[in-house]
């Protein structure tokens, strides 16, 4: 197996980026051409809830137009981080910058649950993630588009409680980039779906990555969808990373190969050791 | 979401025709049974008149406008008062539900009050108003108030955080935010406060009509009395049956109306 895998490495030799050098070579040449990403620094990020320390000291640099997913035991942090990284919550310290000022529709969030209004219609909800730009004429038409984009044009006059959750997941979708985010943060987004709706959605985010360029953080508790569709995968333990792991497999990827298989094999090993010490 | 799900029925019973008809053959099959049981002496006139003698009284009254006159000035009543009462009700509780200092401020207060069973201020009230006109208009006021101000503030509370949380990620502005996501997830809970306050309404102004009044349809209950027109007292209840039914099924048009989006309301 050619994927070198920094977790097949001791402890001490976490997330320097000389390790990465040559696959991150490999990285930038995979990512969309075009990039409308932003490229993402954060610096000794910290972050309690009472008495409980959730992040202790995080250090990243994620370059503009990255997949990266987030994965790590429930309660480690992760989504604590991801909702840092959106500005859903304060910083007790350090700092999370773009490189630039960024507007409020520069960045989206997928949560886990659609958080669709019940009250309105496919279309409207969609046209919620203009922000601002609401009341613009072109707002129908920028709606129907990102409707297409997620293959749910036929169902712009229904209410969302005639529709199923994958159904729901993809307006969620839509909403999230009717507004050409450059960096949509998913907080576990297809956990609540079964397992073939799951590998559609998969698809459809990676393709929609592809086709626009942002830059993707993905959450999630599912190390095979981590290694499916991300770059880069971080493994969060107790507050901090653990691991940084680069994905050097070719899109499109086959799911299920022994490339992808071996990598998620030799993560979860990890993650389950680490259950073992404590 | 907390709001209940809809119930799926079997094809069959669903038919809309025979769906509005059922709902009426319970009451008919009474008032047959009552007229079988007047006419053939087995429940004497003096306790229960026929159904036809209470709709010959009826039909008198009515020809006399006496009827039309009494009903007017009972629903006038009730809809001053329901007005008023649900207003401040709906006022407050919108105050509550979205501002802290609001409800630190008040709801003690209100909740205090509603604990106070509000005909026992009837001997109050009428020392204060007499037996005019607001003495029935406050006393409706404050029955309603009540389920419209606990129902607004509960379904303001209830909203799911998530979609508030969801809104501001968007960058809603607090009166978009309110408009698109806190007063339509508020509404159904409204609408419970406002069948409510229609229950309480016509029972409050009944109270209040037969104990003090010089017109109303409780006054004409009374007068009958004095005169042992019992087929007039019937008449009098049967009507107060009528025009609660007649409110809830106009609550029910509006939330309707209203609550299309809702699953429950939704046509199958």
Same mark, same amino acid.
């Given at each position: 197996? !050619?994927?070198?895998?920094?977790?097949?490495?001791?402890?001490?030799?976490?997330?320097?980026?000389?390790?990465?050098?040559?696959?991150?070579?490999?990285?930038?040449?995979?990512?969309?051409?075009?990039?409308?990403?932003?490229?993402?620094?954060?610096?000794?990020?910290?972050?309690?809830?009472?008495?409980?320390?959730?992040?202790?000291?995080?250090?990243?640099?994620?370059?503009?137009?990255?997949?990266?997913?987030?994965?790590?035991?429930?309660?480690?942090?992760?989504?604590?981080?991801? &909702?840092?990284?959106?500005?859903?919550?304060?910083?007790?310290?350090?700092?999370?910058?773009?490189? !630039?000022?960024?507007?409020?529709?520069?960045? &989206?969030?997928?949560? !886990?649950?659609?958080?669709?209004?019940?009250?309105?219609?496919?279309?409207?909800?969609?046209?919620?993630?203009?922000?601002?730009?609401?009341?613009?004429?072109?707002?129908?038409?920028?709606?129907?588009?990102?409707?297409?984009?997620?293959?749910?044009?036929?169902?712009?006059?229904?209410?969302?409680?005639?529709?199923?959750?994958?159904?729901?997941? &993809?307006?969620?979708?839509?909403?999230?980039?009717?507004?050409?985010?450059?960096?949509?943060?998913?907080?576990?987004?297809?956990?609540?779906?079964?397992?073939?709706?799951?590998?559609?959605?998969?698809?459809?985010?990676? &393709?929609?990555?592809?086709? !626009?360029?942002?830059?993707?953080?993905?959450?999630?508790?599912?190390?095979?969808?981590?290694?499916?569709?991300?770059?880069?995968?971080?493994?969060?333990?107790?507050?901090?990373?653990?691991?940084?792991?680069?994905?050097?497999?070719?899109?499109?990827?086959?799911?299920?190969?022994?490339?992808?298989?071996?990598?998620?094999?030799?993560?979860?090993?990890?993650?389950?050791?680490?259950?073992?010490?404590? | 979401?907390? %709001? $209940?799900?809809?119930?799926?029925?079997?094809?069959?019973?669903?038919?809309?025709?025979?769906?509005? %008809?059922?709902?009426?053959?319970?009451?008919?099959?009474?008032?047959?049974?009552?007229?079988?049981?007047?006419?053939?002496?087995?429940?004497?006139?003096?306790?229960?008149?026929?159904?036809?003698?209470?709709?010959?009284?009826?039909?008198?009254?009515?020809?006399?406008?006496?009827?039309?006159?009494?009903?007017?000035?009972?629903?006038?009543?009730?809809?001053?008062?329901?007005?008023?009462?649900?207003?401040?009700?709906?006022?407050?509780?919108?105050?509550?539900?979205?501002?802290? $200092?609001?409800?630190?401020?008040?709801?003690?207060?209100?909740?205090?009050?509603?604990?106070?069973?509000?005909?026992?201020?009837?001997?109050?009230?009428?020392?204060?108003?007499?037996?005019?006109?607001?003495?029935?208009?406050?006393?409706?006021?404050?029955?309603?108030?009540?389920?419209?101000?606990?129902?607004?503030?509960?379904?303001?509370?209830?909203?799911?955080?998530?979609?508030?949380?969801?809104?501001?990620?968007?960058?809603?502005?607090?009166?978009?935010?309110?408009?698109?996501?806190?007063?339509?997830?508020?509404?159904?809970?409204?609408?419970?406060?406002?069948?409510?306050?229609?229950?309480?309404?016509?029972?409050?102004?009944?109270?209040?009509?037969?104990?003090?009044?010089?017109?109303?349809?409780?006054?004409?209950?009374?007068?009958?009395?004095?005169?042992?027109?019992?087929?007039?007292?019937?008449?009098?209840?049967?009507?107060?049956?009528?025009?609660?039914?007649?409110?809830?099924?106009?609550?029910?048009?509006?939330?309707?109306?209203?609550?299309?989006?809702?699953?429950?309301?939704?046509?199958?």
């Amino acid at each position: 197996m !050619q994927t070198a895998l920094r977790t097949s490495l001791p402890e001490t030799e976490l997330a320097s980026p000389a390790n990465f050098a040559p696959h991150a070579r490999v990285v930038r040449e995979e990512r969309p051409i075009h990039t409308s990403g932003l490229p993402l620094s954060i610096r000794g990020l910290r972050k309690s809830f009472g008495d409980n320390e959730v992040l202790r000291g995080i250090d990243l640099h994620i370059p503009a137009g990255q997949f990266v997913a987030i994965v790590g035991k429930s309660g480690c942090g992760k989504s604590t981080l991801l &909702r840092l990284i959106a500005g859903l919550d304060k910083i007790d310290a350090g700092s999370v910058s773009f490189g !630039q000022d960024i507007q409020p529709e520069d960045i &989206r969030v997928m949560f !886990q649950e659609p958080r669709l209004l019940p009250w309105a219609r496919v279309l409207a909800n969609v046209e919620v993630g203009l922000g601002r730009d609401r009341a613009s004429k072109d707002a129908h038409a920028r709606a129907e588009k990102a409707l297409t984009e997620v293959g749910l044009a036929d169902k712009r006059d229904q209410w969302p409680s005639v529709l199923s959750g994958g159904q729901k997941q &993809r307006v969620a979708l839509g909403r999230a980039l009717v507004s050409r985010p450059r960096v949509l943060a998913f907080d576990e987004p297809l956990g609540a779906l079964d397992a073939l709706t799951r590998i559609s959605m998969q698809r459809l985010l990676e &393709r929609v990555w592809r086709d !626009q360029g942002f830059t993707a953080i993905l959450v999630t508790h599912d190390v095979a969808e981590a290694v499916a569709l991300a770059d880069r995968v971080l493994v969060i333990e107790e507050g901090r990373i653990a691991h940084d792991v680069v994905v050097n497999v070719a899109r499109p990827r086959q799911r299920g190969s022994a490339e992808l298989a071996g990598l998620e094999g030799s993560i979860l090993s990890h993650l389950l050791s680490a259950d073992d010490r404590t | 979401m907390s %709001l $209940i799900d809809s119930i799926s029925l079997p094809r069959s019973v669903r038919l809309p025709r025979v769906d509005g %008809l059922v709902q009426w053959i319970v009451p008919l099959a009474i008032i047959a049974i009552w007229q079988i049981a007047s006419v053939t002496g087995f429940v004497p006139t003096r306790v229960l008149p026929a159904p036809s003698d209470v709709a010959l009284a009826g039909w008198k009254l009515l020809l006399s406008g006496e009827l039309v006159r009494n009903i007017w000035v009972s629903f006038w009543r009730a809809s001053i008062g329901f007005l008023i009462g649900g207003s401040i009700g709906f006022a407050f509780g919108l105050a509550n539900g979205l501002s802290q $200092i609001s409800a630190k401020l008040t709801d003690t207060t209100l909740q205090m009050v509603r604990n106070v069973p509000h005909l026992a201020l009837i001997p109050l009230v009428i020392l204060w108003f007499g037996i005019d006109e607001s003495a029935k208009l406050f006393l409706v006021a404050l029955g309603v108030f009540f389920p419209i101000y606990l129902n607004t503030l509960h379904g303001i509370r209830t909203v799911d955080p998530q979609l508030i949380e969801m809104g501001r990620i968007y960058g809603m502005t607090d009166g978009e935010l309110f408009r698109r996501v806190i007063f339509p997830g508020a509404l159904p809970s409204i609408f419970v406060g406002i069948r409510f306050a229609l229950g309480i309404m016509w029972l409050t102004l009944i109270v209040a009509e037969t104990i003090a009044a010089s017109s109303g349809l409780g006054y004409m209950a009374m007068q009958a009395r004095e005169f042992m027109l019992i087929d007039v007292v019937v008449l009098s209840i049967l009507i107060y049956a009528l025009l609660g039914k007649l409110a809830d099924s106009a609550s029910r048009v509006l939330e309707r109306a209203t609550l299309f989006w809702h699953p429950a309301f939704q046509k199958r």
